[in-house]
């Protein structure tokens, strides 16, 4: 692929650097594109997806390009020039909301989710890349949904190049966004190759962080909820990322297990558990965003035994909660681990305080006697 999407971070800046003598090039490619033959046509494509692989002002000026590309992809001719035609859409489209809207406008859904179901990996994968490119326009999103995409989507989640799945799981995260489509993609049962796919990826990835975002989405629904803890290294799965994401994947995968934990906490507390969640839990405490430390904390208090203070004279603190916790771990290294974790967190509490107060008596201390 050459342009990155929209919600990917790129290997380079997208710098919009029109090539010199980029206007005339413009004008030949629109040209060219118009023209009856096919070879005119290919050549076309080809020069449009040059030009619109880092300038935002090229994908602007080519937008007329859209159609008689669309229309490249509903004839009959080799898969080469197919794909060439796919890939040009896709550069136009990538951060440019206009082109991605004027693009499922002018037909293009029917063909890319023909060749979806390509034997041709390379084209399938182009048009996988194409739908998670479109897929990051809102107004796309319900009618990418109506399309019978997802289904289609979560095949090659399933069966797919390493590639084509990190796009697949990419666009359904995108499409997830939009209810209705939600829930056509938890009647597709996805979780096994969700998890499958955060299995093989490094936890602090940004293919990680949209597994994690999904598998969020998807518990809240009993059927997501069963599949995850059914799944052989489903729940591990994602307190490795809670342990080891990026600060965006670590927020999706405890909003993940407090779902679960909080819909039957009798059934799912001991699961979670069992998978030495409490460090991880732990840290996020103290390191995670504000939404994080909120759910770790929240699942922390789920965790224990009993979900009520056990007296008045044991206050209901991050403290006591842990300790709690700790006495019901089988395991002397979870125990020791997570002991060592909440001495830690109580070091950097006390540690914050002090400096707080070390500050208020800074401000307090009147310079002039």
């Not at 697949?168 to 996805?190: F, G, K, M, R």
Request: net charge neutral; charged share 25%; glycine share 4%.
């Amino acid at each position: 692929m050459d342009a990155t999407a929209d919600n990917q971070s790129p290997s380079s800046s997208d710098v919009d650097v029109t090539p010199r003598g980029a206007t005339s090039a413009v004008l030949r490619a629109l040209q060219l594109i118009q023209h009856d033959d096919s070879d005119s046509k290919l050549q076309a494509a080809k020069e449009i997806r040059r030009l619109t692989k880092t300038s935002q002002r090229c994908r602007r000026l080519l937008a007329d390009a859209v159609i008689p590309l669309v229309s490249m992809l509903r004839v009959d001719s080799p898969e080469s020039h197919h794909e060439s035609a796919l890939l040009a859409l896709l550069n136009l489209a990538v951060k440019d909301e206009k082109n991605k809207m004027s693009i499922v406008e002018a037909g293009a859904l029917k063909p890319v989710i023909r060749f979806l179901q390509s034997d041709n990996l390379n084209l399938q994968g182009s048009a996988t890349a194409a739908l998670l490119t479109l897929s990051a326009s809102v107004n796309n999103k319900p009618i990418i949904g109506a399309s019978g995409a997802i289904p289609l989507l979560v095949d090659i989640l399933r069966h797919g190049t390493t590639q084509a799945k990190v796009d697949a799981v990419t666009a359904l995260s995108n499409l997830s966004t939009h209810p209705d489509n939600l829930s056509i993609i938890n009647e597709t049962s996805p979780i096994p190759s969700i998890v499958s796919l955060l299995k093989a990826s490094k936890k602090s990835s940004k293919t990680a962080e949209k597994c994690c975002s999904m598998i969020e989405s998807l518990v809240g629904f009993d059927e997501g909820r069963t599949a995850l803890t059914a799944e052989n290294g489903g729940i591990l799965a994602v307190v490795e990322v809670l342990e080891n994401g990026t600060l965006q994947a670590r927020e999706h995968a405890v909003g993940a297990l407090l779902t679960t934990c909080e819909s039957d906490r009798c059934k799912y507390r001991e699961p979670i558990l069992r998978e030495g969640v409490i460090p991880g839990l732990l840290e996020l405490t103290v390191q995670g965003t504000p939404k994080s430390q909120t759910k770790a904390k929240t699942l922390l208090r789920s965790l224990r035994e009993s979900p009520y203070p056990r007296s008045e004279l044991q206050a209901d603190t991050l403290e006591n909660i842990v300790c709690n916790i700790i006495s019901q771990i089988d395991g002397e290294d979870q125990s020791s681990k997570a002991k060592k974790m909440l001495a830690e967190m109580v070091q950097v509490s006390m540690e914050q305080s002090l400096r707080h107060l070390q500050q208020r008596a800074l401000v307090c201390t009147p310079t002039d006697l």
